[in-house]
């Protein structure tokens, strides 16, 4: 799951997205399939049992829930930054026990780093077109390297690596091996759909693999020529959902692009609360 900001902190949800991004680069390569979810905008994980539904949809069997918890700030000396995290066993829904880490910065370089990103506090009633676009720009064209360097981003790094850990210790591997992908190039599209709508997404920022792609978009349809089979990891940000439909600031999806195969349209499904899955037709 994506990682739940209830930090109250300014700069809560670019770690929050940040960390999820890393966290699934950590995780790549494990002995099991790791699936970015996206639950929507109503998504909280004190309420684990909404999630049940759509990880079944998702058929994944075990959830990773990750919060970033409120920053430990003492009158003097050094912050910390804290995240928890739980796993959902999907087919009844028990959540284990917690997991809690941290990781100490400093206070002054962490104060530094917001005032020279100029983050600001995103309320619920700002521009959720501004807001993807700050998330976007954060993220794409090398942000997400440039946001590694940074005090916030070592943290979110070092905690990765823990949860990483702690993961593969208690995910069992998997007993289906996942079939090789056969080189190739093609052509494919990727477009969003509000399907309780009926509706396609005319106005998002689309990246892929770390590459800003929007520039290939025309009519809500992005078309990507030539592209080499493989992995893919979908960062998108929609602009124009229809009025009170949940949407995620930012949605953060994998799939894999097998040019053997017939499957050319990449589609993000958004239902009728927010969540969506990637869908090849």
Known sequence: MPVFDSSGEEYGQQFAHNLTAMEFRKLDGSPFDVVLLNPGGLYNPLIPESIVDYAQAANVDTVLI?????????????YTLNVETKMMDVANGKVGDPSAFSFIVDRHALALEIASSGLD????????????????????SGGNKAFEKQPLGKAALVIADQIRTMVQSQVPPSSVKAQPVK???????????????????????IILNGEEESLWTKEGV?????????PIFLQMSVADAP??????????????????KPERELTMEISAGGDALLIWK
Do not use: W
């Open 66 to 78: 990750m919060s970033f918890l409120q920053t430990t700030k003492p009158q003097k000396g050094d």
């Open 121 to 140: 506090i995103v309320g619920a009633a700002s521009s959720r077109v501004a807001a993807g676009r700050n998330l976007y720009n954060s993220m794409g």
């Open 183 to 205: 080189l190739g190039t093609c052509t494919y599209t990727v477009q969003a759909k509000y399907i309780s709508k009926k509706a396609v997404s005319k106005a998002y920022d």
């Open 222 to 230: 992005t078309t990507l020529e030539n592209k080499p089979s493989g």
């Open 243 to 260: 009025y009170r439909l949940p949407v995620q600031d930012l949605y953060q999806a994998n799939t894999v692009l097998d040019c053997s």
